[in-house]
């Protein structure tokens, strides 16, 4: 009788996901609220001789990984990034990677909107002072601040969820400037079907002339520290920062110290450089007047969150079964 092939999960993921792994494969799930070191990840994957790992962003996935069990045919990450994933080493090997884009796409555009509308309309600020009893009569510059409708919003990085981020703009008459490697027409013309005209500017023209700037890159040796102090130093004293791609795209230590000196007005972060954020990291003395801070929720809706388990799974079962992955990061990052 042939073995039924083992998939180590390294946090119970939603159940629709486990679910389907569990009809073909033994599914070993690491069921603790944190993640688990990696030499544990190393000694499942050895002990079990696992054919397939579904893991997620905060897994370092590395070549020691990758060696750990000789029948390791692939890794799906639950999520779209696959910064923690060395490409490479899982090329070299043959191993193949999954990954979940699209489905995230809408619902991490909605929470960078979230974050720009919290942080000029300033809702948690103003809830903390409700929660605070501080509430005592309507206040004619009470929690003022800059309009969204009218504004100019910058996306820097036009892919998928930059995208769909400048789509919403639309219902507040923005008007919209991107930057990136190069000019995307196609992207422009699809953003001029829901009636957003988006120009494409060099990224300090669009630093400089932004009201918000929203970061949508992956994060790369090229995009790590993409916004540091000169940049931060081109934008201007009202304007917001918005990131929901990767917290090693901002220079902490350089975004910390526009927020002290009011070089920029407020920043939204869904991502941090560290991530998880200590609440008495130096950043977050800034919160909530200027800072608002999420903890990584972009695709966390329910129904994004139980498609992203069901894309793992997919992913996890053309790997073992040495098909082409519906989602393979090898192939979008070239390597395959
Ligand atoms: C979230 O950041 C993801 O990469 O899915």
Known sequence: MTEIPTVYVTRSIPEIGLKRLRERYEVVIWEEKLPPTKD????????????GLVCLLSDQVDAEVLDASPDLSVVSTFSVGYDHIDLDAAAERGIAVGHTPGVLTETTADLAWALLMTCARRTVEGHAYVAADEWETWGPTLLTGP???????????????????AKRAAGFE???????????????????????????????????????????????????????????????????LINTSR?????????????????????????TDPEPLPSDHPLFRHAPERLVVTPHIGSASIGTRNQMAEMVAACTEAGIEGESLPHSALRDAGLE
Do not use: Q, W
């Not at 544990?40 to 054919?51: F, M």
């Not at 309009?147 to 981020?165: E, R």
């Not at 923005?174 to 490697?181: I, L």
């Not at 957003?196 to 949508?216: I, Q």
């Open 247 to 271: 917290g090693e795209v901002i220079d902490t230590d350089a975004l910390d110290a526009a927020l002290a000196t009011g070089e920029i007005a407020r920043a939204g972060l869904d991502v």
């Open 174 to 240: 923005m008007e919209v400037r991107y930057s990136g490697r190069s000019r995307k027409p196609e992207r422009e013309d699809e953003l001029a079907e829901v009636g957003v005209e988006a120009t494409y500017v060099e990224r300090d023209e669009l630093l400089a002339e932004c009201d918000f700037v929203s970061l949508h890159v992956p994060l790369t040796g090229a995009t790590a520290g993409l916004i540091g102090e000169s940049e931060l130093e081109l934008m201007s004293e009202d304007a917001i």
């Open 40 to 51: 544990h990840i190393v000694s499942r994957l050895a002990e079990l001789d696992a054919e």
């Open 147 to 165: 309009d969204v409708h009218g504004a100019t919003l910058g996306i820097v990085g036009l892919g998928n969820i930059g995208t769909a981020t």
